[in-house]
Nanobody
Framework: QEYLVESGGGSVQAGGSLRLSCASS????????MAWFRQVPGKERGGVAA???????NYADSVKGRFTISQDSAKKTLYLHIDNLKPEDTAMYYC????????????????????WGQGTQVTVSS
């Protein structure tokens, strides 16, 4: 069965930290081409952190220094650690896997992935 299941979201105070997890089936997991996105109502889904087709980590400029993407290949799990949370980080966070084509660093933050999870909500209060 193919799946991506996010967890770890919640309501936190500004300045706090969270670690989001994305559990994957064997088919949907890879050390390459996996990413985290976020979306708020009325706006497009945007990439925040990703591994590109060469396994290089990439981050959106708005989150550099606060977001860290990592993975545990034995557990087939992708993580997103978020430090110094800000109210503007409030969003639904999604993980994605399997690039639709070979992706460069910039392209890995685009939405061209074949598999998506259902999302986990992060709410940051000031």
């Amino acid at each position: 069965q193919e799946y991506l299941v996010e967890s770890g979201g919640g309501s936190v105070q500004a300045g706090g930290s969270l670690r989001l997890s994305c559990a994957s089936s064997g088919y949907t997991y890879s050390e390459y081409c996996m990413a985290w996105f976020r979306q708020v109502p009325g706006k497009e889904r945007g990439g925040v952190a990703a591994y590109d087709s060469d396994g290089v980590m990439n981050y959106a400029d708005s989150v550099k220094g606060r977001f860290t993407i990592s993975q545990d290949s034995a557990k087939k799990t992708l993580y997103l650690h978020i430090d110094n949370l800000k109210p503007e980080d409030t969003a639904m966070y999604y993980c994605a896997s399997q690039c639709q084509f070979r992706m460069t660093a910039t392209q890995s933050l685009g939405v061209s992935y074949n598999y998506w999870g259902q999302g986990t909500q992060v709410t940051v209060s000031s």
